[in-house]
């Protein structure tokens, strides 16, 4: 490689000063230096392994060698714009349709999540004419401003902030910790009558709802899972409306649930949004990404007038990484390993459950699986500090995992869908020693703030009740 090898404080002192300060770093008390990857391992600057739980990006593996040749070779040969014929494109295009229903036909490709979810709201507003969004409570999609306007995960963090006028939250479909919780006889009708009352709001305020964007299961705010029937009644109340349904697929498209290729089919097969988002894995850590709709929608978006160009969506090495991608979740059976795979993880911390009162809830669907830690099950009084001493004793252990959601309390599974059911035993096994000193030792970091873990309460996490 031609690019020199610096030693890790040269790396940590260079990042301080060019790096944005708000470029956020992992364990930034002892941060890693990873210099390579395969498969579900990554490797520090000593050779050290580490198990990856966390790469929803790496989604076939890190550094698939069907990947890496597929993009290598289309860049030896030709790397350009759309506005030239390439056969890369189109072939890319009719793949990515076929995992879809029939009417989501027509495709924007772009270079990131963020690009992706900014552009739906665009279709949305010159489909519909209208301006106004509905989101969920601890919404994320992305970082460009139009898209922190709609993330209450972002944007709760900023003490000055205000909501747009234009944008409104409904509660996020949680029935573990949210409003109707699992002991309510019809939670979907329960949550979708509070999206009913916000589009009522909406309109005696003279206004017209253009969309309603959810993730198809919630990520940052804690790995929701929606109760099946809500995104129905949802559809149906904001098509009335006048607006539409954008699914925003991004973390948890392509085969990561196991039992679908997208996370929305879980609803059923009478549930079709009219706009998804797809980002992250689809290039398997390449930077690409997609928006597909249906035709009504694409041809209103060429209505305006304005010509729709980017530079580098859809190029032929992208595409040509997207179609591996493709190949290598079909040869190697991906979805299918993370339905057997994450189910048997699922098991495992269902009976880890039964050990430990710490773990409040065990959600999730295939690969994508939540560990809420709480102090108390009947107050469900957030575990957060509990939570980051999780990770950070997971890390000495060489196991990579996050927490999330509003509290910072929830373990977060999303690996590579290569793992194992021999990597699922080894991080049950270290998590089972972990939170058998985690009552005591949560005492510990509280009442030493200085420590990597209090560090990271203290700025991150929201105060403990």
Request: proline share 5%; net charge neutral; glycine share 8%.
């Amino acid at each position: 490689m031609s690019v020199q090898e610096l030693e890790k404080k040269k790396t940590i002192d260079l990042r301080k000063k060019h790096i944005g300060p708000s470029c956020k770093i992992f364990f930034s008390h002892d941060p890693i230096k990873i210099v390579r990857a395969k498969g579900q391992y990554m490797y520090d600057e000593n050779g050290q392994q580490y198990l990856d739980c966390i790469n929803n990006v790496a989604h076939v593996g890190h550094c698939h060698p069907d990947v890496v040749t597929a993009g290598a070779q289309q860049m030896e040969m030709l790397n350009t714009n759309t506005r030239f014929l390439h056969d890369n494109l189109v072939l890319y295009a009719q793949r990515l349709q076929a995992t879809l229903p029939d009417k989501l036909s027509v495709c924007y490709f772009v270079n990131s999540g963020s690009e992706a979810n900014d552009l739906a709201l665009r279709l949305a507003r010159q489909y519909t004419g209208n301006k106004d969004i509905i989101t969920l409570e601890n919404a994320y999609h992305g970082h460009v401003s139009s898209l922190i306007d709609i993330s209450p995960y972002k944007f709760h963090q900023l003490s000055d902030a205000e909501q747009s006028q234009f944008v409104h939250v409904a509660p996020s479909p949680d029935v573990y910790r949210g409003k109707y919780r699992a002991g309510h006889p019809d939670p979907a009708t329960a949550y979708a009558d509070e999206v009913k009352k916000i589009i009522n709001n909406v309109h005696k305020k003279g206004r017209k709802i253009a969309a309603f964007i959810a993730e198809s299961l919630q990520s940052c705010g804690g790995q929701v899972i929606p109760p099946v029937g809500y995104f129905q009644q949802v559809a149906e109340l904001v098509r009335k409306a006048g607006g539409i349904f954008i699914a925003d697929e991004v973390q948890v498209g392509f085969g990561r649930i196991g039992s679908d290729f997208w996370a929305f089919q879980l609803q059923g097969q009478d549930f079709v949004p009219d706009i998804i988002t797809m980002g992250k894995p689809i290039g398997n850590g390449h930077p690409l990404s997609c928006v597909v709709t249906t035709r009504e929608v694409a041809e209103a978006f060429m209505s305006s007038g304005m010509e729709y160009f980017n530079t580098f969506g859809g190029n032929p090495v992208s595409c040509a990484i997207g179609l591996a991608v493709l190949d290598v979740i079909e040869k190697e059976n991906l979805q299918g390993n993370a339905l057997q795979v994450g189910q048997y993880l699922t098991n495992r911390l269902e009976k880890l459950k039964e050990k430990h009162l710490l773990i409040g809830d065990i959600r999730g669907r295939g690969l994508f699986v939540g560990v809420e830690l709480v102090r108390d099950r009947a107050k469900l009084t957030p575990a957060t500090a509990e939570a980051q001493e999780v990770i950070y004793k997971l890390k000495e252990q060489h196991i990579l995992l996050s927490a999330d959601g509003p509290h910072r309390n929830v373990l977060k599974f999303k690996p590579p869908l290569c793992f194992t059911t021999e990597d699922v035993d080894l991080v049950v096994e270290k998590l089972d020693l972990i939170l058998t000193g985690a009552i005591i030792s949560h005492i510990a970091i509280l009442s030493c703030p200085d420590s990597p873990q209090g560090e990271f309460l203290n700025r991150d996490s929201p105060n403990l009740q």
